[in-house]
């Protein structure tokens, strides 16, 4: 089993950056990948970003690519969803999550993750 715990947010103004953590422990990182999603009050959950942890393959929603980046550092287990240029759209509390295989073809599913971090709010002001 994986332990998240996403640390990180807070508030910034609209064109503002703001680099979210994931710290991840448990057993081996190696088979997993690991995927941002974000959920804003009264909305459901939604897909930001995955990444495959062995491959450092990418897959990101619409709505953020091309100004959010995520990546992974493996001497810390940590992934990382930077973002730039960031919108009120995008407040919403920010959580990373870890499921078992490396494509990307289900990555965009919430329900395919089966481990959770507690979230982290990212509030964006106009």
């Known amino acids: 089993q994986v332990q998240l715990v996403e640390t990180g947010g807070g508030l910034v103004q609209a064109g503002g950056s703001l680099r979210l953590s994931c710290a991840a422990s448990g057993r081996t990182r190696w088979y997993y990948t690991m995927g941002w999603f974000r959920q804003a009050p009264g909305k459901e959950r939604e897909f930001v970003g995955a990444i495959v942890w062995s491959s450092g393959l990418t897959v990101y929603s619409d709505s953020v690519k091309g100004r959010f980046t995520i990546s992974r550092e493996s001497a810390k287990n940590t992934v990382y969803l930077q973002m730039a240029n960031l919108k009120p759209e995008d407040t919403a509390v920010y959580y990373c999550?870890?499921?078992?295989?490396?494509?990307?073809?289900?990555?965009?599913?919430?329900?395919?993750?089966?481990?959770w971090g507690q979230g982290t709010q990212v509030t964006v002001s106009s």
């Open positions: 999550a870890a499921r078992s295989g490396t494509s990307t073809s289900d990555a965009t599913t919430s329900g395919e993750y089966n481990t």
